[in-house]
């Protein structure tokens, strides 16, 4: 054999060697770029999970109507996409519509009682937490033309007193309240609901009425708030769930978190509710 075909042969052999060495490389290329791709797309769908969006429906007690609508607003700005519905109302006829079968996201009740009424029927996921608590007050026309001063002041015959109703959290803690001071006095209406009985002030319907310190703040100058020492010993526990059938599970557990939130209890109490 000749050099020169000697030297044809060697490099020959070269070229083989390089062309498979490439064909490795790119084959191992190729495989780190699919794993690449394929973790990349593993975060964006794990992050497209965590997103929270849709609508989110929260069922809450009368009394919080101001400041979860204000709490609703910063929950739809922090979270573009996101609707969060509210239905207000008497805590009791909330509970009630919950074990019925209503669909909602989040309770906020005024009472541990009536959040009981939805824990007892297994309705509630997890065990729920106060997250405020509120103190009664007298409600009185503005300027108190009556001069109530105290709560013995609505015994007197000549005024027309307006209750929430007693399975309604402001009235129990209302008879709670009379109760400890041995007082009774008959008022011209129960109300279902704490605004309802706000209203009756605010429309001259009645001369006082025994609601929330929240709700005399929210009135402004329409009424006109008598506070009495036996409010501290009626103090309600405000507490809040996410609910079992949630359809957004994940919008439910970020509002809750709002409202526990320095932010959301700063809103809460700058309307008059005091920290749990």
Known sequence: ?????????????????????????????????SDDSSGSDS????????????????????SLKE??????????????????????????SLAASITGGAPADVFAAASPKTMKIVTDKGDAAGTPSTFVRNQLEIATLP???????????????????????????????????????????TPVSYEQDVK??????????????????TDVHAAGDKVEGVEFPESTDAINDYP???LKDSKNSAAAKAFIALVQSAEGQKVLTSAGFLKP
Not at 45 to 57: E, F, M, N, Q, R
Not at 163 to 171: H, Q, R
Request: hydrophobic share 40%; aromatic share 4%.
């Open 240 to 242: 809040i769930a996410q």
């Open 1 to 33: 054999m000749t050099p020169s075909v000697r030297r044809t042969r060697r490099t020959h052999r070269i070229l083989q060697v390089t062309g498979a060495s490439a064909a490795a490389l790119l084959a191992v290329s190729a495989c780190s770029s």
């Open 143 to 185: 300027g108190n033309p009556d001069k109530v001063a105290s709560l013995k002041d609505l015994t007197n015959k000549d005024l027309k007193v307006v209750l929430c109703a007693k399975e309604v959290p402001c009235g129990a803690a209302a008879d709670k309240a009379l109760t400890a001071s041995k007082l009774k006095l």
């Open 67 to 92: 400041s979860f609508t204000t709490l609703g607003e910063q929950f739809e700005k922090a979270h573009p996409g996101t609707k969060v519905t509210f239905s207000f109302g008497g805590s009791d």
């Open 196 to 213: 309802a009985a706000l209203t009756k002030v605010e429309l001259k319907e009645a001369d006082a009425a025994v609601v929330y310190k």
């Open 43 to 62: 975060s964006a769908s794990a992050s497209s999970k965590d997103k929270i969006s849709g609508t989110v429906t929260v069922f809450a007690a009368a």
